[in-house]
């Protein structure tokens, strides 16, 4: 397989809209047109078109994208594209202009393009700050990480300036209001700098890699690694983006860490959503994502960066009171007080904590049932103490109301136990505490056991719903572990194709709920080879599972390719590449996979992958092992029936030359007489039959292998049939006594009267090549309850036994010295007739001598009037 070698990228950027990339970017583009390249133009805006008299457009596709495919097919030198950051419409094959571009580079075409600084995604908060304009539209680092070349088109921030007060920008995406806000000189000032750092930067990574390549010392000793810690809060993203940012500069790896501690274990809806969108972001700027369990965040963070040799950490700081600070303390500081060598890099948000006051695992939570039952159980204690609290001292009732909230902590959740420590301690007060039916206390020490009550009540309501959480974690990834576990385990002891693809579906519709198809290529193309009950083939988008297959990337559903399509097409590869498309189909369309899910789904896509791969080598295995055996059937055929073929074509060429030669004699000197040319011609007869016997033989055994034999069935006298195969042999016999023992009233056999006569001449045949001096042939046959056995048996000196097995095999032939040659194909081809038939054939040697060859055939059902 040729590997496609990736086009090359010029990026055109520029620091605000009006700086004229676009133009020096068709000026480039129109040099390398006048040398006689093939130029095509695709997006460019109207206001540039008069640059376009050499280079041919190429309009938007039907859907608002590019025409990739077109592109593609013109086959062109260069292709031009503007606006790169732009969002297609809905339907288009990618979201996302640049995603197009990415494709062009794949397929190997060299590509210009053009981009202002801040539509990057790792700067939008920077030019934010600057101008106070979010850019909604942006490119992720990457496209310009990968530009073989990058321009900077810069202009004085003054004269464009100048150029937007005199009309001449257009800056479609900002309002009247936000184009004036936007333009201003110390904004385009700031702009200009962030370009000019960024385009300093990659100038500078094409240096450090000149000198690596020329291996020059530089100051590169110990490389960079950086980790960005998020969480569910907004901060994150910004988070993610300024640590993209630094390990760009910093040429650094880098790696995106959410903790995700029993607190933590539960998030809501919003919480989860926003967590997953962070995560996507961070994969899209190519950053490494890993999630990490722990109880403690500051510590399982710390491990973790220890472990992986980690040199800087960015974390973030949301504003909070100090109380709060000092409630549940500070992970930023413990962090930094714990940190060692490893840099910390701190960014705040004004915005606070999502959450003030109580963690949201220690809210109430659950169904209102579970409070319900909270409450039932407090007053149940409470039944249960009053009756015997005069007996007791009131502080050991209290234990009766733990006991309570450790059983809520444990069957009903946090949420329950904290009401049920709550109500303990008012029903304890109410009721159990002088004076009684009132919340009044005479004895102050009460006040002590009542706060002992409630706090021990929720420090246990705590623990227990903590160690409930982790073992709900638990079971989750025990869950997903058996998942994989009962995939791989089921997939290893599959065999065939078939049995591999229908349990890869029954197992993905256990953990996601889905449907799913599996397409593999047939003949250059994808086609569905499986799919579950329901899911329909026409569903199925040919362009989005080529586009996976080709590119070994995920498609359609939650993915920037074909996102519209309500599959998502997950490509099955191993080391050497695709090996097929699994589609997979929600059962609800609003339910989008969780990074979990998505991780287990590139899982079983693996094992999947390699579980079909191997089942695809394994038939290509038995397919050579197949090619080789047909090759050695090829060899012992020729080999086999060369010496059969000459013997007879000798014979026959000696006989017709001498008669020719008798014929060229004088009739005063003849050179034979009439008897020796009777004679010549009686052995050119047989040695022709026995010719026309060999590639008969030949031709019925093709069409045994290629199930080309159709049976045309017919009442047949078995007598008559016997009688037929003697004079097809008349000569062939000529001298060997013939005994037959047929009874009067044989019924007839239910079979096809030519291949029955043929089976007879073969079996017959075989027996006059052993028969020896006075011996003769034994033909016999008699009733049985529902068939009819017919015995050919000969004097010969019998078939050793350990031939007896192997006897009716293709090619093989009792290895007598000096015994009779042949094809081995005479016996191979009775059986294969005869069990076509539905009847059995058997070799066994009889006591006297010999060898006997006895078939069965099953009677015909004829009337009985006929047979009378």
Request: charged residues 20%.
């Amino acid at each position: 397989m040729i590997e496609t070698v990736p086009g090359k990228l010029k990026l055109f950027l520029g620091y605000a809209p009006g700086v004229g990339k676009t133009n020096a970017m068709l000026e480039a583009a129109q040099q390398r047109a006048q040398v006689g390249e093939r130029v095509l133009v695709s997006g460019v805006q109207p206001l540039n078109a008069e640059m376009l008299p050499r280079m041919k457009n190429i309009p938007l596709a039907a859907d608002g994208g590019l025409d990739v495919t077109g592109l593609l097919a013109a086959k062109p030198d260069l292709i031009v594209v503007d606006d790169i950051h732009a969002e297609n419409p809905a339907g288009a094959r990618h979201p996302r202009r640049y995603q197009d571009v990415q494709e062009l580079l794949e397929s190997g075409q060299d590509v210009f393009a053009a981009l202002d600084v801040q539509h990057l995604e790792s700067l939008i908060d920077d030019v934010y700050a600057i101008t106070g304009y979010r850019e909604p539209l942006t490119v992720p680092d990457e496209v310009i990480d990968k530009a073989a070349v990058i321009e900077l088109v810069d202009l004085p921030p003054e004269e464009l300036l100048q150029r937007f007060r005199a009309g001449r920008v257009a800056a479609p995406e900002l309002s009247l209001s936000g184009a004036e806000k936007f333009f201003r000189l110390g904004n385009l000032i700031a702009l200009r700098e962030l370009a000019l750092r960024r385009a300093a930067g990659r100038v500078e990574a094409q240096m450090r890699a000149y000198m690596r390549s020329k291996d020059i010392s530089g100051p590169w000793a110990a490389g960079e690694r950086i980790m960005v810690c998020v969480s569910s809060h907004p901060l994150s993203e910004r988070l993610v983006r300024a640590g993209r940012r630094l390990a760009g500069d910093l040429k650094a790896d880098w790696v995106v860490v959410y903790v995700e501690t029993p607190e933590r274990a539960r998030f809501s809806a919003t919480h989860a959503q926003r967590l997953a969108a962070t995560l996507r972001l961070a994969e899209q700027l190519g950053a490494r994502v890993e999630r990490v369990s722990g109880r403690n965040v500051p510590e399982a963070i710390l491990t973790y960066a220890r472990q992986n040799n980690i040199t800087k950490l960015i974390i973030g700081s949301p504003a909070r009171p100090r109380w709060q600070k000092f409630l549940y303390g500070s992970v930023v500081e413990e962090i930094i007080r714990h940190s060692g060598s490893i840099g910390v890099y701190v960014l705040s948000d004004e915005r606070g904590p999502l959450q003030p006051g109580l963690p949201e695992t220690w809210r109430p939570q659950g169904h209102w049932l579970r409070y319900l039952w909270a409450i039932l159980l407090v007053a149940l204690i409470t039944l249960i103490s009053y009756p015997i609290h005069l007996r007791l001292e009131p502080t050991n009732l209290a234990m009766f109301y733990l006991l309570g909230v450790l059983a809520a902590a444990i069957y009903l959740g946090r949420g329950p136990a904290l009401l049920t420590a709550l109500l303990g301690v008012l029903s304890f007060d109410f009721f159990l505490i002088e004076p009684r039916f009132s919340l009044s206390v005479e004895d102050t020490q009460y006040l002590l056991t009542f706060l002992a009550l409630f706090v021990v009540g929720t420090v246990v309501s705590g623990l227990a719903g903590t160690v409930r959480d982790q073992v709900e974690s638990s079971q989750r990834r025990e869950a997903q572990t058996s998942a994989l576990y009962a995939l791989s385990r089921d997939l290893t002891i599959q065999l065939d194709l078939p049995a591999v693809m229908q349990t890869v579906l029954d197992q993905v519709g256990i953990p996601f709920g889905r449907q799913a198809a599996i397409l593999l290529p047939t003949d250059g193309k994808l086609t569905v080879r499986a799919s579950s009950p329901g899911f329909a083939e026409d569903d199925v988008s040919l362009e989005a599972a080529e586009w996976a297959f080709k590119h070994g990337q995920p498609s359609g559903r939650g993915t920037n390719t074909l996102p519209q399509i309500p599959i998502r097409f997950q490509p099955l590869r191993t080391g050497q590449g695709a090996v097929g498309v699994l589609a997979v189909r929600p059962s609800d369309s609003a339910h989008f996979l969780s990074p979990d899910q998505r991780q287990l789904l590139e899982a079983y896509s693996g094992l999947a992958a390699l579980a079909i791969e191997r089942v695809l080598l394994a038939e290509e295995v038995n397919q050579t092992r197949l090619t080789q055996e047909t090759e050695k059937l090829q060899t012992a055929l020729l080999n086999s029936i060369s010496h059969d073929l000459r013997t007879p074509l000798a014979v026959i060429t000696g006989a017709l030359s001498s008669l020719h030669e008798a014929e060229e004699s004088t009739p005063d000197a003849p050179l034979m007489d009439h008897a020796t040319r009777l004679e010549l011609i009686d052995n050119g007869w047989s040695e022709a039959e026995r010719l026309n016997r060999l590639v008969g033989n030949l031709l019925d055994m093709t069409r045994l292998e290629a199930g080309a034999l159709h049976l045309r069935r017919s009442a047949i006298d078995v007598e008559e049939a016997i009688g037929a195969a003697l004079d097809r042999l008349h000569s062939r016999l000529k001298g060997i006594p013939i005994e037959t023992h047929i009874p009067a009233g044989l019924p007839p056999v239910s079979a096809d009267a030519l291949l029955l006569e043929q089976v007879l001449v073969n079996l017959l045949d075989n027996a006059a090549k052993y028969t020896e001096g006075n011996g003769a042939i034994g033909i016999s046959a008699r009733a049985l309850p529902e068939a009819v056995e017919i015995c050919v048996a000969d004097h010969g000196p019998g078939i050793p036994p350990e031939d007896l097995e192997r006897i009716f095999d293709k090619f093989y032939r009792v290895q007598a010295k000096g015994g009779p040659q042949g094809t081995g194909l005479g016996l191979s081809i009775c059986k294969g007739i005869i069990e076509a038939h539905g009847g059995q054939i058997t070799a066994r040697n009889r006591p006297e001598g010999g060898a006997e060859f006895a078939f069965t055939l099953p009677q015909a059902d004829v009337p009985r009037e006929r047979m009378m």
